[in-house]
């Protein structure tokens, strides 16, 4: 999905208008009037270009801490040397990865790792990376857990994405 934002109402009727129902990529268009936000100060980015994330994208309880951060609320098109422009100044930096679709190795899935030294430098870099803006948008970094962790389900296909293969993360 997405959002676009126009300069009046009519504007956006007349959009929808003509170009309901038409395909892009092989996919057919939805298009509908959004709601207000109840609080449109809550995205506005500051001097240092994170946001404030609204209530409903902050975690409940903060993960376990460990060595190896997930990055999440990716752009499709960010690749792993974008990623480590995004912690080029964080210490203990190991190893990341940005993971790719399967079936279009040109589209990221959204999501990647970095891997670091110590926990306290996964701590660090936590808290200067969480919300900075990559690609357009506010990337979400949490801790990593390992696999059978976190309640994600289990069983064949590791909870209704697209499968579970991978490493011990």
């Known amino acids: 999905f997405g959002f676009v934002d126009f300069p009046d109402q009519a504007s956006a009727e007349e959009a929808i208008n003509k170009l309901a129902e038409r395909e892009l990529d092989g996919r057919v268009l939805r298009l509908s009037l959004a709601s207000a936000r109840q609080n449109p100060d809550s995205l506005k980015r500051k001097a240092d270009g994170t946001t404030d994330f609204p209530s409903k994208f902050q975690k409940l309880e903060e993960s376990e801490p460990s060595s190896k951060l997930i990055c999440r609320n990716l752009a499709f098109a960010v690749r792993d040397e974008h990623l480590a422009t995004l912690f080029d100044g ?80």
């Open 90 to 169: 964080c210490d203990g930096v190991t190893s990341l990865q940005v993971l790719l679709e399967r079936d279009d190795p040109s589209r990221s899935r959204g999501f990647g790792f970095v891997d670091f030294e110590s926990v306290e430098a996964a701590q660090a870099a936590l808290a200067k990376t969480n919300g900075v803006e990559l690609e357009g948008r506010p990337v979400r970094v949490d801790f990593a857990q390992p696999k059978g962790e976190g309640g994600d389900g289990g069983g064949r296909g590791g909870g209704g994405f697209r499968g579970g293969r991978g490493g011990s993360y």
